[in-house]
């Protein structure tokens, strides 16, 4: 029998078929993209679903829109049919039954009375309403802040809004935590260091193999420290998702973090490197902004890789035990193996029609790989495995490239 929330949620979700993606069964992946998409904003990761379904996270009682929307989906999709079916949903998690307002928008069919659904609001006030989705309450909440303070200042003698700019750095100054703004610092750090070592690698031609050889050695030494200091600024000690995961070796743990730091950053790089040979061909010039901006990205993907991949493997083998992902520690080397590769042949590399080739060999592939994803899973969202496989490919043929000259 169905007690919790998670439980009443992952049946009423396989119960439910997408008739967008040819009825298959709505994946959670699917179904925190159609929140979003009630709601006006970018909705929820499969991840975040697989927590509330689990019981590892929960919904806000004051976050009642993101129930809605829910609930609206699952009716859409059609595993949700009845009102009791949804006040049953709401109940498992200790929230409110829907009050007749809600009820009359999500389910008018229940509604006989013509006068009662002549109340119904017209369909742009409540996608209006939608559209506020969790901002509405924060933002809402700063706007009444703000209001009390410009009330309060405004007490005093005039003028009054020098005191209203102090009051409100105050407020947001005692927001912040020591912590925290350490915690920046060290990643507006990383950010630069990573802007020091790795772009003079993509700073084409190298006016001398000199020159060239300092880029590489570069390079190298940042593809080895950056993934490195962006697990250690990981926090998997003070998750408490991990804390409970007793089972779980720390050893192991933060293994799996650097290694997800290090796929990230790897794949992320081969994207600029990509864009920035793109650039190259096309007379484009590199200026510090842009390349700074880049880099942002290799960051933020190895950051994201290294709190996914050891949840996934979490998922996927129940456990954290090196046997089930230690093929792809071999990344830890991957950047020695390109800088040298790259030393080697970066001159045919940089010849235009090499490069365009190239580049098209790289978007034709990522589109034939969303066409894939799609027709399997319903998504054109590309998992990282495949990010590799493909920047793989794109290294192989650069190599069958300078063995065929």
């Known amino acids: 029998m169905v007690t919790t929330f998670g439980e009443a949620l992952r049946a009423f979700r396989q119960a439910s078929n997408d008739s967008q993606r040819f009825n298959r069964r709505l994946s959670q992946e699917r179904l925190g993209e159609l ?53 049953q949903l709401l109940e498992a998690g200790n929230y409110r039954a829907l009050n007749p307002d809600e009820t009359r928008i999500l389910f008018p069919e229940k509604i006989l009375d013509t006068a009662s659904r002549a109340q119904v609001p017209p369909p742009e006030i409540i996608e ?7 901002r509405g309450n924060f933002f809402l909440g700063l706007l009444q802040e703000f209001h009390d303070i410009v009330a309060k200042e405004k007490e005093g003698p005039s003028p009054y809004w020098p005191r209203v700019i102090v009051a409100v750095f105050q407020r947001f100054s005692d927001r912040l935590s020591a912590p925290s703004v350490w915690s920046f610092i060290l990643w507006v750090w990383v950010w630069l260091l990573a802007w020091l070592l ?46 409970k995961k007793e089972s779980v070796s720390e050893l192991n743990l933060r293994l799996y973090t650097h290694q997800g730091a290090s796929i990230g950053f790897h794949v992320g ?17 590199s200026v510090i902004w842009m390349e700074l901006i880049a880099l942002v990205f290799p960051i933020i993907l190895g950051y994201a890789s290294a709190q ?6 979490l998922l996927a083998f129940k456990q954290l035990d090196l046997k089930d992902g230690a093929i792809f520690f071999v990344f830890f080397l991957f950047g020695p193996a390109w800088g040298y590769f790259l030393l080697k042949s970066y001159d045919i590399l940089l010849t235009k029609a090499v490069g365009v080739l190239t580049v098209l060999l790289a978007i034709t592939g990522v589109l034939a790989m969303m066409v894939l994803r799609y027709r399997q899973s319903g998504t054109t969202v590309i998992p990282i495995f495949w990010w590799v496989i493909f920047f793989g490919s794109i290294v192989l043929c650069q190599f069958l490239t300078l063995l065929i000259k």
């Open 308 to 313: 996914l991949i050891p949840y996934n493997l």
């Open 198 to 243: 790795i772009v003079p690698s993509l700073r084409w031609p190298f006016s001398s193999p000199d020159e060239a050889l300092l880029a590489v050695v570069a390079y190298v030494s940042g593809a080895i420290i950056i993934p490195a200091l962006i697990g250690v600024l990981t926090d998997t000690k003070n998750n408490e998702f991990w804390q």
């Open 269 to 285: 790089y081969f994207f600029i490197f990509m864009v920035g040979l793109l650039s190259y061909n096309l007379g484009l010039q």
């Open 35 to 87: 929140i979003g998409d009630e709601m006006g904003d970018l909705g929820f990761s499969g991840a975040a679903i697989s927590y509330w379904e689990l019981g590892e996270s929960k919904i806000s009682a004051e976050d009642r829109n993101v129930l809605l929307a829910l609930i609206t989906v699952l009716h859409k999709c059609g595993g949700l049919r009845t009102l009791d079916d949804a006040n």
């Open 128 to 134: 209006s309403k939608q559209r506020i989705g969790v």
